[in-house]
């Protein structure tokens, strides 16, 4: 089990362009999240799939940030035109579903708009 | 709201002492509390979590006490180690069949020789 994975694992980007983050989560797991990391937030939820829907996508900024899960095997996270303000670790994690089972996170994609 | 406090933003200790990192919370329920480690250059895994039978977890030589009366669940080691220098986060459920973990902003440990 090679765990969640994350690619690219960096990524820099000019003011305004697009990143596009891609996870697969481990097999069998129903539940896949994204959450962002800084010094200063520490680790914020952005969104929440189950089974491929859409559950809680209650911490994405609404304006310039989606998420998909187009089949079970990957995600995607996307951030249009970006800001400096969006550098961060984006960290997708996955679960077997139950609300206190463990979270198995990825090591992470390191965003840098420059 | 559902949230989750951790006072220490970082905690630096000499190795043979003893570590406590603080974690308080608020619910309208009582959550699933978890503590997640992230070492330098590695993703975030779980280090323990609470029980729905109030026994104490235990791994690595840490635990940790959930008290429903103070809504809390500190990290406790009785004695620090070099390897134990890293970013430790609390963590609570939503509640439900909700699986979403809500953080805290984490505590850098650094333990010195």
């Known amino acids: 089990n090679a765990g969640v994975i994350q690619t690219p694992r960096h990524k820099v980007t000019g003011k305004g362009q697009e990143a596009t983050l891609w996870c697969e989560p481990i097999?069998?797991?129903?539940?896949v999240f994204w959450y962002r990391q800084t010094i200063v937030q520490g680790l914020e939820f952005l969104t929440y799939?189950?089974?491929?829907?859409?559950?809680?996508d209650s911490g994405m900024p609404k304006e310039r940030f989606s998420a998909q899960m187009p089949n079970q095997s990957h995600s995607t996270l996307k951030i249009q035109s970006t800001q400096p303000q969006d550098s961060a670790v984006y960290l997708c994690?996955?679960?077997?579903?139950?609300?206190?089972?463990?979270?198995?996170f990825g090591k992470g994609t390191r965003l840098t708009v420059v | 709201g559902d949230s989750v406090t951790q006072t220490e933003g970082l905690v630096t200790l000499t190795e043979g002492l003893p570590v406590m990192l603080n974690c308080t919370y608020q619910?309208?329920?009582?959550?699933?509390l978890f503590w997640y480690v992230q070492h330098l250059n590695e993703a975030p895994k779980l280090l323990l979590k609470?029980?729905?039978?109030?026994k104490r977890p235990e791994h690595q030589g840490f635990h940790a006490t959930l008290h429903k009366s103070s809504s809390s669940f500190h990290l406790q080691k009785s004695s620090a180690q070099l390897s134990d220098s890293a970013l430790y986060y609390c963590?609570?459920?939503?509640?439900?069949?909700?699986?979403?973990?809500?953080f805290g902003k984490g505590t850098k440990l650094s333990v010195k020789s």
């Open positions: 097999s069998g797991h129903s539940a």
């Open positions: 994690a996955s679960s077997p579903g139950q609300a206190n089972t463990e979270v198995f």
């Open positions: 963590a609570r459920n939503s509640g439900g069949s909700n699986a979403k973990l809500t």
């Open positions: 619910s309208t329920y009582s959550p699933f």
């Open positions: 799939f189950r089974n491929q829907a859409p559950i809680d």
């Open positions: 609470s029980f729905t039978d109030n």
